[in-house]
């Protein structure tokens, strides 16, 4: 069973297009965490979301963490082919010494 | 220069051969990690080190052991190696701090590994 579900698991759109991602869980976290992974490297973190409902901006990446700390989303304004990765989020639990990774997205900007 | 390097970068073995996968970091981090990621699967974890002399066990540990030899060196094994164990490896680091969002982990260029 995964603690963290991510949706879509694959997703390819035009360049200039926006676009969603989520991460979801029957869970609280105490923080959430994104990560984008390019082939041939390891997975690289964006951002951390600490407070329910708070909301962290990237450039044209927006990210959200849900009001109850369950879920968690990803934004992407004017996709660009540099966007192109594997998104993962991950959690850390409350009494939990490591972190729990969802299962991705695989985004491809199609130029 | 990287602050988390791995070696090998590429490794195909055979099935029952031992193999040592090797990871370093510069980052001054007291926490290490190994992973190992599927297609489908996302990354799960092997081992954790929270220092030297603290090793324990992840989700997913049979056939797999692990060495730290320094805070800043940390080694996984396979004893003995077979197909399923076929798998990108990612080690990771992370600070040790308490507060919510503390274990932000940097990662390594990753390991493939073949056992045929």
């Known amino acids: 069973t995964q603690l963290l579900e991510q949706s879509p698991q694959f997703l390819s759109i035009q360049e200039g297009e926006n676009l969603t991602v989520y991460c979801n869980s029957s869970s609280v976290f105490s923080s959430l965490q994104w990560y984008r992974q390019e082939p041939g490297e390891g997975p690289v973190l964006l951002v951390t979301v600490v407070t329910g409902g708070e909301v962290k901006k990237l450039k044209r990446l927006t990210f959200q963490f849900g009001d109850a700390r369950k879920d968690s989303s990803l934004h992407i304004t004017a996709a660009q082919t540099g966007d192109t990765g594997l998104y993962l989020c991950a959690g850390d639990q409350t009494g939990a010494n490591n972190l729990f990774f969802g299962t991705g997205t695989r985004l491809t900007v199609i130029p | 220069d990287a602050d988390v390097t791995q070696t090998p970068r590429n490794r195909i073995t055979k099935t029952g051969k031992r193999i040592m996968l090797e990871c370093s970091q510069t980052k001054g981090h007291d926490r290490m990690y190994w992973y190992r990621q599927d297609p489908g699967l996302g990354l799960r974890l092997i081992y954790y080190s929270f220092d030297v002399k603290d090793i324990n066990k992840g989700e997913i540990s049979d056939g797999y052991s692990v060495s730290r030899q320094a805070q800043a060196k940390f080694s996984l094994s396979l004893e003995s190696a077979i197909p399923n164990q076929t798998a990108l490896y990612f080690c990771?680091?992370?600070?040790?701090?308490?507060?919510?969002?503390?274990?932000?982990?940097?990662f390594g260029p990753g390991t493939r590994l073949t056992v045929t």
């Open positions: 990771a680091t992370s600070d040790s701090g308490t507060g919510r969002g503390s274990y932000e982990q940097y």
